[in-house]
């Protein structure tokens, strides 16, 4: 029902910022949380950021610090997840996922509480 496909990865030095978004097919998108996860190699999938489907809700992982700000335009079906300070633990392949709800919202970091999932991009931090 939804496909979601991810840009703006790429390789930067420590300390620089990175841009991503996600861009959400159908005409429901401000029905859905959007969420980004991230996977390391040999590592487990950890959750990163979520925002509600009107955006007034945000929450974060702890070990973004300050440093990541998600957001979303629902008239441009777009996600957004702005990395700043970037540092070699934040390489990954990042991933957009998407999660409806009924009249009860609740927050979550669960990968398997999610419906739909991008493809991933990549993000290398050199040191």
Same mark, same amino acid.
């Given at each position: 029902?939804? #496909?979601?496909?991810?840009?703006?990865?790429?390789?930067?030095?420590?300390?620089?910022?990175?841009?991503?978004?996600?861009?959400? %097919?159908? *005409?429901? &998108?401000?029905?859905?949380?959007?969420?980004? &996860?991230?996977?390391?190699?040999?590592?487990? *999938?950890? =959750?990163?950021?979520?925002?509600?489907?009107?955006? *007034?809700?945000?929450?974060?992982?702890? =070990?973004?610090?300050? *440093? =990541?700000?998600?957001?979303?335009?629902?008239?441009?079906?777009?996600?957004?997840? #702005?990395?700043? %300070?970037? #540092?070699?633990?934040? $390489?990954?392949?990042?991933?957009?996922?998407?999660?409806?709800?009924?009249?009860?919202?609740?927050? $979550?970091?669960?990968?398997?509480?999610?419906?739909?999932?991008?493809?991933?991009?990549?993000?290398?931090?050199?040191?």
């Amino acid at each position: 029902q939804v #496909q979601l496909v991810e840009s703006g990865g790429g390789l930067v030095q420590a300390g620089g910022s990175l841009r991503l978004s996600c861009a959400a %097919s159908g *005409r429901t &998108f401000s029905n859905y949380e959007m969420g980004w &996860f991230r996977q390391a190699p040999g590592k487990e *999938r950890e =959750f990163v950021a979520a925002i509600s489907g009107s955006g *007034r809700i945000t929450y974060y992982a702890d =070990f973004v610090k300050g *440093r =990541f700000t998600i957001s979303r335009d629902n008239a441009k079906n777009t996600v957004y997840l #702005q990395m700043n %300070s970037l #540092q070699p633990e934040d $390489t990954a392949v990042y991933y957009c996922a998407a999660r409806s709800y009924g009249l009860g919202y609740r927050e $979550t970091r669960r990968g398997d509480e999610y419906d739909y999932w991008g493809q991933g991009t990549q993000v290398t931090v050199s040191s």
